[in-house]
């Protein structure tokens, strides 16, 4: 099976009992499955946040540093873990990378990116606005900074390129 296979090989053994795992179909889809204990695995969508803050015309970017999209430039964000609420990882997520404080003020929208890009599969966008703080690359950003929509450097993902559109449309 592929990368983003229903049912991964890479799933060999059952966390529940430790017997090798087989693929079977489960509703409409191979899933790996125990045929010991009848555990089945379900591979589960990465979840992405990030905020969207436009100060004086200018749209706060943040370089990667690492893959996926190394060296290109996305809006401020990060990986949801299980059990955190998304806007505080958001504004979290912000701080890491740009050194600024943030404060939420409304869903943007939901995106999802091909699984081909890697990253997160679904993309939760928030705008906020900066109330603090100090701007500075840190964490996985090479570089932060606020730039014209006309002025672009090289954009990571589709996320960050629709929704960099839909601000344009807006404006």
């Not at 089945?40 to 999209?69: C, N, S, W, Y």
Request: aromatic fraction near 8%; proline fraction near 6%; hydrophobic fraction near 40%.
């Amino acid at each position: 099976m592929t990368k983003n296979s229903s049912a991964p090989d890479a799933i060999a053994f059952c966390v529940r009992c430790g017997n090798c795992m087989i693929t079977r179909m489960v509703g409409d889809r191979p899933r790996r499955a125990c045929p010991e204990c009848g555990y089945v695995h379900f591979t589960d969508p990465k979840v992405g946040v990030g905020v969207l803050v436009v100060e004086a015309g200018k749209i706060l970017l943040v370089q990667r540093k690492m893959e996926p999209e190394r060296g290109k430039w996305s809006i401020p964000a990060g990986f949801l873990d299980q059990g955190e609420d998304p806007q505080e990882t958001a504004v979290r997520e912000a701080f890491e990378e740009t050194g600024l404080n943030v404060t939420i003020e409304q869903l943007i929208d939901v995106y999802h990116n091909p699984p081909a890009q890697g990253g997160a599969s679904i993309f939760i966008l928030y705008r906020a606005r900066q109330i603090g703080g100090a701007l500075q690359a840190g964490d996985d950003a090479d570089a932060a900074g606020f730039f014209a929509p006309n002025a672009l450097p090289e954009l990571a993902f589709e996320s960050t390129q629709a929704a960099l559109k839909l601000l344009a449309k807006h404006q």
